[in-house]
Nanobody, 124 residues
Framework: QVQLVESGGGLVQAGGSLSLSCVAS????????MGWYRQAAGKERELVAR???????VYVDFVKGRFTCSRDNAKGTVNLQMDSLRPDDTAVYSC??????????????????WGQGIRVTVSS
């Protein structure tokens, strides 16, 4: 099993900053991709940023220049620094990880896991 535990988030005024962190644990062999998605009330979950093991990061247009996604491969963590926050950034943010792990039969298998989600609220 793979567990993703998020921290950070909370309430901030428009224009402010927040930082999210996520740490992956479990029988992980490799973490190929890590990133963040978000889901606002009444909307579909959407990609925010995704980074691969070689450091390539993709940002969705509405966060470019405001959010920075970084990862530490050795620690199995991914962070999201959010600056210049806007009320429409209000959502539940979830960490995502994709890679390979060892299952209970000691077999190498692919996995894709999500964290529980953490709320970010931006007031106007």
């Amino acid at each position: 099993q793979v567990q993703l535990v998020e921290s950070g988030g909370g309430l901030v005024q428009a224009g402010g900053s927040l930082s999210l962190s996520c740490v992956a644990s479990g029988s992980i062999v490799s973490l190929n991709a890590m990133g963040w998605y978000r889901q606002a009330a009444g909307k579909e979950r959407e990609l925010v940023a995704r980074t691969t093991i070689d450091g390539n990061t993709v940002y969705v247009d509405f966060v470019k220049g405001r959010f920075t996604c970084s990862r530490d491969n050795a620690k199995g963590t991914v962070n999201l620094q959010m600056d210049s926050l806007r009320p429409d950034d209000t959502a539940v943010y979830s960490c995502y990880a994709q890679g390979r792990r060892i299952d209970s039969q000691m077999t190498l298998i692919d996995f894709a896991s999500w964290g529980q989600g953490i709320r970010v609220t931006v007031s106007s």
